[in-house]
């Protein structure tokens, strides 16, 4: 069964960055795809960008495009997201997920497991 644990949110001011961290394991590495959602109090969940684990591709969310970048780290079983220029409006809970799907949609009903979330609160 595929787990996933999110680490490395917390409080910043805008303009600035942050590293969040996705540790992936009970699955092949390279035939899933891996995504970043975000969700902030009172709206839905959105996807922020998706990488694809067997070629290495990625997407973004026009509003995330040019300031997040999705990495992964195939020997740890890591996901990553590198985020810059942080705005108020980046606050949310970030959740990372994983579909068995080889090239998912950005979607929250494409991917069937979920980390517990990590908190990420941007100041202006």
């Known amino acids: 069964q595929v787990q996933l644990v999110e680490s490395g949110g917390g409080s910043v001011q805008a303009g600035g960055s942050l590293r969040l961290s996705c540790e992936v394991s009970g699955y092949t590495y390279s035939m899933i795809s891996l995504g970043w959602f975000r969700q902030a109090p009172g709206k839905e969940r959105e996807g922020v960008g998706i990488?694809?684990?067997?070629?290495?591709?990625?997407a973004y969310a026009d509003s995330v495009k040019d300031r997040f970048t999705i990495s992964q780290d195939n020997i740890k079983n890591r996901l990553y997201l590198q985020m810059n220029s942080l705005k108020p409006e980046d606050t949310a809970m970030y959740y990372c997920?994983?579909?068995?799907?080889?090239?998912?949609?950005?979607?929250?009903?494409?991917?069937?497991?979920w980390g517990q979330g990590t908190q990420v609160t941007v100041s202006s």
């Open positions: 997920a994983a579909s068995y799907s080889t090239y998912a949609r950005l979607v929250p009903t494409s991917f069937g497991y």
């Open positions: 990488i694809y684990t067997g070629s290495g591709g990625t």
